[in-house]
DNA sequence: GTTGAAAGTCGCTAAAT
DNA sequence: ATTTAGCGACTTTCAAC
């Protein structure tokens, strides 16, 4: 990890599928020696894979909220995902510290959609208690580039 | 939008680098159609670019902390961006219902480097309460692949 | 260890059907 | 939407640093 692969991610960061080549003009180095590198980081996990981003609300799913859930009893993070992973609107499910066990991100199609998927969410973690926001307006989202207000 | 653009949009978010023949494999279209359709999805705004799933860790950024913020006064979503851009340890921001305006997803080397990010949030956004969970373990990160625990 | 150059292969893209 | 064909990019090999 020198300078050059720090150049060579932010290009792939901006475009994934950007060539070898325009790669290399970015940074300075020729397409091969570009490829190395990024096989490299791949190879050691600086890059665990290459995605589209995609506009929710381009597919009707325009509401989005965050949701801090408290479980009873204690809950191992491995069940929690087993259990999370069957429910296709929390796109993203963290363990944190402080009065809730978990925060999850819910997409859905429209407000009623989100309660029952948050129905959903309750049936499945037998939960104490859950305290959501839903979001108003992204500001910012560095992870995906063109996804939030003119980044 | 139909059943193929589903499978396409699938393919991409699995891997954006993935050839128009391979991702013409999985749909059954031939690689120009699947051309076509993807440079439909990207003009028509379904999909926003493409990126690198970076790890974090690998790179040594370690700590990973969720902040709810309430600002003094009434602030436009334009304004937050505005301050929020120039603290490049806020990788997320958006505006919730609630008692907080904002809720930002940090991200640091480690305690340390976060408690100066946050100090630097509390100066650009004069703030009147902060509420932060640290990340403990990510479970589940759909919109990256790879991202979490054997997604 | 690294890079850059050349050659062969493969994928991309524009046409015609 | 597919097939074809021409072009550009990728990837391997090799020589040089």
Redesign the pocket.
């Known amino acids: 990890m020198d300078g050059?692969d720090e150049g060579i991610l932010r290009a792939l960061v901006a475009d994934a599928r950007a060539?070898?080549?325009e790669i290399g003009a970015e940074v300075?180095?020729?397409?091969?020696?570009v490829?190395?590198?990024v096989d490299?980081l791949v190879a050691t996990g600086a890059v665990r894979g290459f995605t589209a981003v995609v506009d929710p609300a381009a597919l009707g799913w325009g509401t989005e909220a965050y949701v801090e859930v408290r479980c009873e009893g204690p809950v191992s993070p491995r069940e929690l995902r087993r259990r999370l992973v069957g429910i296709p609107e929390v796109v993203e499910a963290v363990t944190v510290t402080g009065r809730a066990d978990a925060l999850l991100h819910l997409l859905a199609r429209d407000v009623q959609h989100l309660e029952r998927a948050l129905e959903r969410v309750r049936d499945e973690l037998d939960v104490a208690a859950t305290e959501s926001v839903i979001v108003l307006s992204r500001l910012l989202d560095r992870a995906r580039p063109g996804h939030a207000g003119g980044d």
């Open positions: 050059l060539t070898f080549a300075g180095l020729s397409a091969p020696a490829k190395r590198r490299r």
